[in-house]
């Protein structure tokens, strides 16, 4: 099972970026689905959890500005990050719980972070 993340990259402060994170692989099921975030000097902290039924919770920090979705056909969850503040600078890594085949519970999953820098 491989995540693949894409959409990082340099925006100023307002702008928005759109995060993509694809699964692949021998997948049975996927169960939560979703970003975290480290900046530099900084502990990691969860952006956002979206559950295969649409459930989503969102870090304090960007409420009202980020939203995540899924397409369950296409094993992908998505980010959408709007009115972007320096603040919001970090590495985003994507996470999945997934069944693999001839396994027979959820393990959790990791995409290599992208970097998003919000910045004039």
């Known amino acids: 099972v491989q995540l693949q993340a894409s959409g990082g990259g340099l925006v100023q402060p307002g702008g928005s970026l759109r995060l993509s994170c694809a699964a692949s692989g021998r997948i049975v099921s996927i169960g939560s689905m979703g970003w975290y975030r480290q900046a530099p000097g900084k502990q990691r902290e969860l952006v956002a959890r979206?559950?295969?039924?649409?459930?989503?919770n969102y870090a304090d920090s960007v409420k009202g500005r980020f939203t995540i979705s899924r397409d369950n056909a296409k094993n992908t969850v998505y980010l959408e990050m709007n009115s972007l503040k320096p603040e919001d600078t970090a590495v985003y890594s994507c996470?999945?719980?997934?069944?693999?085949?001839?396994?027979?519970?959820?393990?959790?999953?990791w995409g290599k972070g992208t970097l998003v820098t919000v910045s004039s």
């Open positions: 979206i559950t295969r039924g649409g459930t989503t």
């Open positions: 996470f999945a719980n997934i069944v693999e085949e001839l396994v027979t519970k959820y393990m959790d999953y």
